[in-house]
């Protein structure tokens, strides 16, 4: 017997397999997923098998010298999975099988075995409602049929789909089978990881926050099969769960989901990829579903299940929208400083929420409301203060920073941009009884603080919330009564196809906030754009409307679902070196609708400059062939790193 064997490093020159050939005395625990020691070379390199073959073309080949794992790593599903994700996501294929192995280092500890089951006591657990039942119907079908199928699970915030998740892992699990539950980030979502531990015994959570040695252990109990339900991020997706029953992802559409290292994976594309490997259900929940998802839903691509009520009816808070054209000069208009104010009185408490940090200027006219825009790309032009100009990042297209608006002719053109501080100190000179927490990635670049500065929140230490998305998700505060949006417009002007489907998604989720125990709630959008179907469509909780308005506009500019979509990044720190590369790149690849190279809207990052060049295709395996090919013909120059990205959800 002969093992193929892919070496754990990981260049273009060994990114093939090797035979080796079996000594006796190893024969019996070499096996598909093993992992040993092989020489190469005149060194020994550590390997992983990957098949068992009779026959080699090459007549002399060199032996195994150890095992070094006691049992198989990974099995032959895996490597099927790997050799898709290399192949898709255009890595190489240890970097994709490393994906599928256990993480950190190795403890020698050893625990007594505990096997997982649902809690005796459940009396906590709520009887599901008719629209829950249907959709746990369907879901519970399929896990016994062993049948893959994906469901968008769009039901509104509020409407239970955590309980949905819950019921079908226990079905899985009364028929011995496992489950795994993706949520997009752990530390912001405690809610469904305490109901889950609620739920079950014994289950694995996986994810970065976790020590090297804590996330092995935990894999390994997965491994042995002790732990059947494991709940985390991303990467939990690969964790060797036995009898593998439903995948989950909650939240589908965020972005944490898509890694942005290699193997630039979006988990959501993987966790279907698995199911269909291995027949096992997938289940995407959302209130706010990506159009991608639910345009294959509506196709029938997927199976859609609707939860259009919050459990016990609860109304979804108010939304006003206050248009900021009539405000001059203060960032806070004079009615959102009034129901602060009036909140506060009461001894209640409010959110006060940005989209972004003020990393992006864009041109806006404070008469009309009209957003300077890309003719050819529809995306928000940026202003470059060194040039004075604006330019889209998609196709470069330029323009003079000019006073006067297009629209309405007025002199009245400004430059956008507002951060979090300004706010504070906004919030903190005009209401003395305000004790303020700000949060934004500034504030938490100590892993864990955002904990700690919710609960200062929550418990009542500071009544004044200010913070970027992180302040959106998963919080489920009593007495936060009001939520003010600072300025809707400054992720409407991302320059990116999705800044409208982003601002929906935003507005909805941080909606979804307020009002959510006793005391009603009520949401106040400042906008220059109270017209933009984003943000009306949002106030209305109309997600329908959204999508029609947003596919048509999709369709109309050729943007996914309607096309595949792959960006390739050309860095380096010197500028010139990095446009050549992207510009002999351009030249080489055959390919019909191909956008730049540009700068990239964020031109440089950690002293690289980076220049992007936009692939539109339908035909997304043959295209990346010729990239393939492009990239063996060009000369990059020292210094200059390609990156491609396939399905690339960050366009900056
Ligand atoms: P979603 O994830 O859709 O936003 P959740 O799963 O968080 O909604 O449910 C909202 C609240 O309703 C939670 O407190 C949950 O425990 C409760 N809940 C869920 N299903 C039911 C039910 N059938 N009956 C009563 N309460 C329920
Ligand atoms: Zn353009």
Not at 253 to 260: D, F, H, L, R, S
Not at 372 to 381: G, I
Not at 469 to 483: E, S
Not at 489 to 511: K, W
Request: glycine letters at 6%.
């Amino acid at each position: 017997m002969l093992a193929e064997v892919v070496l754990a490093k990981s260049s273009k020159f060994l990114d093939k397999s090797y035979h080796y050939s079996i000594p006796e005395r190893l024969a019996p625990a070499i096996l598909v997923g093993s992992q040993v020691v092989v020489p190469f070379g005149k060194r020994t390199e550590t390997g992983f098998v990957i098949g068992l073959t009779d026959h080699s073309d090459i007549d002399k080949l060199k032996e195994i010298i150890e095992v070094a794992s006691p049992s198989p790593l990974f099995d032959a599903a895996s490597i099927r999975l790997a050799r898709w994700i290399s192949k898709y996501y255009f890595c190489f294929f240890i970097s994709a099988l490393k994906l599928f192995l256990p993480p950190g280092k190795k403890t020698s500890r050893t625990r007594p075995e505990e096997h997982q089951g649902e809690r005796q006591n459940k009396n906590t657990a709520p009887e599901p409602n008719e629209e829950q039942k249907m959709a746990i119907d369907k879901i519970n079908a399929c896990i016994d049929e062993e049948k893959h199928e994906t469901y968008l699970l769009y039901g509104v915030t509020g409407s239970g789909k955590t309980e949905v998740y819950i019921r079908a892992a226990a079905h899985a699990l009364s028929r011995g089978k496992g489950s795994i539950i993706l949520v997009p980030e752990i530390a912001l979502t405690p809610q469904v990881i305490e109901r889950f531990t609620a739920r079950f015994d014994n289950i694995a959570l996986l994810h970065s926050g976790l020590t090297p040695k804590r996330r092995r252990d935990e894999w390994d109990r997965v491994h042995r099969g002790e732990a059947k339900i494991v709940v985390g991020t991303r990467s939990a997706l690969f964790a060797p769960v036995k009898d593998l029953g439903l995948l989950v992802l909650d939240e589908e559409y965020e972005n944490t989901y898509k890694a942005e290292n290699n193997p630039r994976y979006n988990a959501r594309e993987v966790a279907i990829a698995i199911g269909k490997e291995k027949g096992v259900p997938v289940v995407l929940g959302s209130a706010t579903p990506s159009v991608e998802s639910y345009y294959l839903a509506l196709n029938g691509q997927y199976g859609l299940l609707k939860m259009d009520s919050r459990i016990d009816d609860r109304p979804l808070p108010p939304v006003e929208i206050l248009d900021l054209k009539e405000e001059k000069g203060w960032l806070l208009s004079h009615r959102l400083r009034e129901e602060i104010k009036a909140t506060l009185e009461k001894g209640e408490k409010v959110i006060l929420f940005l989209n972004r940090r003020g990393y992006f200027t864009t041109a806006i006219c404070k008469e009309c409301g009209y957003l300077v825009k890309c003719p050819n790309c529809s995306v928000s032009m940026l202003y470059h203060s060194a040039e004075r100009k604006l330019r889209c990042s998609h196709c470069g297209h330029e323009s003079a920073a000019s006073l006067v608006c297009p629209k309405c002719h007025h002199n009245a053109i400004g430059l956008l941009g507002t951060g979090t501080q300004r706010i504070e100190n906004e919030v903190a000179s005009t209401f003395k009884d305000a004790r303020i927490i700000r949060m934004d990635t500034d504030s938490l670049s100590k892993s864990g603080s955002h904990k700690e500065l919710f609960e200062l929140f929550a418990r009542g230490d500071a009544n004044v919330l200010i913070g970027t998305q992180l302040v959106t998700k998963g919080l489920d505060i009593a007495m936060v009564t009001l939520i003010g949006v600072v300025n809707a417009d400054s992720s409407l002007n991302l320059p990116d196809f999705r800044a409208a489907e982003r601002t929906f998604q935003q507005l909805t989720q941080v909606a979804g906030r307020a009002g959510r125990h006793h005391l009603p709630g009520k949401v106040i959008v400042q906008t220059y754009n109270p017209g933009h179907y984003a943000i009306a469509c949002a106030a209305r909780h109309d997600y329908k409307g959204f999508y029609e308005h947003e596919i048509k506009f999709r369709q109309a500019l050729s943007y996914p679902p309607f096309t595949g979509l792959i960006l390739l990044t050309i860095m380096s720190e010197d500028r010139p070196k990095a446009l050549k590369v992207a510009d002999d790149l351009k030249k080489l690849i055959q390919c019909g609708s191909l956008l730049g190279p540009t700068p990239a809207p964020i031109e440089k990052i950690r002293g690289q400059y980076r220049f992007h060049i936009l692939i539109k295709t339908a035909e997304t395996e043959g295209t990346l062939k010729s990239i393939e090919e492009a990239l063996e013909k060009v000369v990059v120059l020292n210094g200059v790193r390609v990156l491609v990205d396939v399905d690339p959800l960050n366009m900056l």
